[in-house]
């Protein structure tokens, strides 16, 4: 692919737009910017909080330790964190910096001011996130839509300060993702110059191999990533999915610590690097080489998830695995029908895994998806693969992404609702 080639540009734009830091689990870190950001419009800390939020904000919030509270967990823990100690110019990093000393400032929020929560009126909106503070008769209110940090309305006291226009997706700020397939994605990681995304990719290396490696050490979550190796010892397979597993364990648990996100998600953006980088520490390819297969692993990773969208009942770590697949088929020398045989052949293997929100378990589900990659390679090398019109696999691999992308956002919509409707049924699992 030419660099003067409008898709080489828009290529570079969507990994720097996607590859972004973030501490702690994307959905409540995105109530906890809302929350800041709502807090330095009002000017005072409030006296009452209502928060609305669709049904997957609930889910994916609901079970996960939000980092720098002492292990809270839920919307009220994002809320009152980001209005107490956050800091909204930095965004998804907005509780990075919380001193142990206001710590307990969190809590004693929480304990005093009356906060509501209610699902959104907005049922057809998928994320949606407002929040209106209030101090004495002053008020404020901010509304994020579609993705994490996407503000559509900011108002003080009835005064609009700022707000959105209507429309699509896809060019609310951010490149037409449309552009991808996986043809043009190997080309592009073929012919890159590396210094254009050299900066963005090596932040991601270094951001997610120092999770992965506290996750191995630390007793974080349910420990999927040290019970692999324990279990199964230390082939570069077993590696690629425990680091993988490790890195989320580590996160989904409160780990106060950032990872590069894709798509949205930081157990997205581990599960699509660190199995490609275990493989390339493996075969010492070397770091452009490693840069390349990196391209691959995240652009694909990207381009099943805009058929999907941000938050769906199909669980993202499929798409990332699979991508991890298509990375590491490309890393050990694979053009692209190897890449997008070996794509298929994975998302034949683990496209019924539901997302019923971020947990511990999410860890286990990265580590199946990445095996399924693993093994979508190892069959195509020795020259066995899926065949279209077996199940959901059509013939050629963009119609089987697309397949896939009906499947994830449409057909598992009224899986999502009877998810949601099982994990409110369960209660709050607030420690």
Same mark, same amino acid.
């Given at each position: 692919m030419r660099s003067d080639d409008t898709r080489y540009k828009a290529y570079i734009d969507i990994l720097k737009e996607e590859l972004v830091p973030a501490m702690g689990c994307t959905e409540p870190i995105a109530i906890a910017f809302a929350a800041a950001k709502a807090r330095s419009v009002l000017g005072a800390l409030p006296d009452r909080v209502e928060i609305s939020v669709s049904g997957n904000i609930i889910k994916n919030v609901k079970s996960v330790v939000v980092p720098n509270t002492c292990g809270l967990k839920g919307i009220e823990a994002a809320a009152a964190a980001g209005i107490t100690v956050g800091e909204a110019d930095r965004v998804l990093e907005v509780l990075a910096n919380v001193s142990e000393a206001d710590k307990p400032k969190i809590k004693n929020f929480m304990r005093s001011v009356p906060m509501i929560v209610r699902p959104s009126s907005a049922a057809e909106v998928i994320f949606d996130i407002?929040?209106?503070?209030?101090?004495?008769?002053?008020?404020? !209110?901010? !509304?994020?839509?579609?993705?994490?940090?996407? #503000?559509?309305?900011?108002?003080?006291?009835?005064?609009?300060?700022?707000?959105?226009?209507?429309? &699509?997706?896809?060019?609310?700020?951010?490149?037409? @993702?449309? $552009?991808?397939?996986?043809?043009?994605?190997?080309?592009?990681a073929d012919t890159v110059e590396l210094d254009d995304v050299r900066e963005v990719l090596e932040r991601q290396i270094s951001y997610n191999t120092a999770i992965a490696n506290e996750g191995i050490r630390g007793n974080w979550g349910a420990r999927v990533g040290r019970v692999l190796l324990d279990?199964?010892?230390?082939?570069?397979?077993? /590696?690629?999915?425990?680091?993988?597993?490790?890195?989320?364990?580590? !996160? *989904? %648990?409160?780990?106060? *610590?950032? #990872?590069?996100?894709?798509?949205?998600?930081?157990?997205?953006?581990?599960?699509?690097?660190?199995?490609?980088?275990?493989?390339? /520490?493996?075969?010492?390819?070397? &770091?452009?080489?490693?840069? /390349?297969?990196?391209? $691959?692993?995240?652009? #694909?990773t990207i381009h099943q998830k805009t058929w999907i969208g941000r938050l769906s009942a199909f669980c993202g770590a499929v798409n990332a695995g699979c991508g991890a697949g298509a990375g590491i088929a490309y890393l050990l020398g694979g053009d692209y029908d190897v890449v997008a045989?070996?794509?298929?052949?994975?998302?034949?293997?683990?496209?019924?895994?539901?997302?019923?929100?971020?947990?511990?378990?999410?860890?286990?589900?990265?580590? %199946?998806? #990445?095996?399924?990659?693993? =093994?979508?390679?190892?069959?195509? $090398? @020795?020259?066995?693969?899926?065949?279209?019109?077996?199940?959901?696999?059509?013939?050629? $691999? &963009?119609?089987?992404?697309?397949?896939?992308?009906? =499947?994830?956002?449409?057909? *598992?919509?009224?899986?999502? !609702?009877?998810?949601? /409707?099982?994990?409110l049924a369960n209660g709050s699992n607030q420690e």
């Open positions: 407002d929040i209106t503070l209030h101090a004495g008769t002053d008020y404020s !209110r901010l !509304r994020i839509k579609d993705y994490h940090t996407n #503000v559509v309305l900011i108002q003080k006291n009835g005064e609009t300060l700022f707000e959105a226009p209507e429309i &699509e997706l896809s060019s609310q700020g951010l490149t037409d @993702r449309g $552009v991808l397939t996986i043809k043009d994605i190997v080309d592009f279990t199964y010892g230390y082939d570069v397979k077993i /590696r690629a999915k425990a680091m993988a597993a490790a890195g989320s364990d580590a !996160r *989904m %648990s409160g780990c106060e *610590m950032p #990872v590069i996100i894709v798509s949205g998600s930081g157990n997205q953006g581990m599960a699509a690097s660190l199995p490609v980088i275990v493989y390339a /520490r493996e075969y010492d390819v070397g &770091e452009d080489k490693l840069l /390349r297969a990196l391209c $691959v692993s995240n652009l #694909v045989h070996t794509l298929v052949n994975a998302l034949a293997v683990v496209s019924g895994i539901v997302c019923d929100g971020a947990k511990p378990s999410c860890a286990a589900k990265i580590a %199946s998806a #990445v095996d399924a990659g693993i =093994l979508g390679y190892q069959m195509y $090398v @020795r020259g066995l693969e899926f065949q279209g019109g077996d199940g959901i696999i059509s013939k050629g $691999v &963009e119609a089987t992404i697309a397949n896939i992308g009906k =499947l994830g956002k449409d057909g *598992m919509r009224e899986t999502d !609702r009877e998810i949601l /409707r099982i994990m």
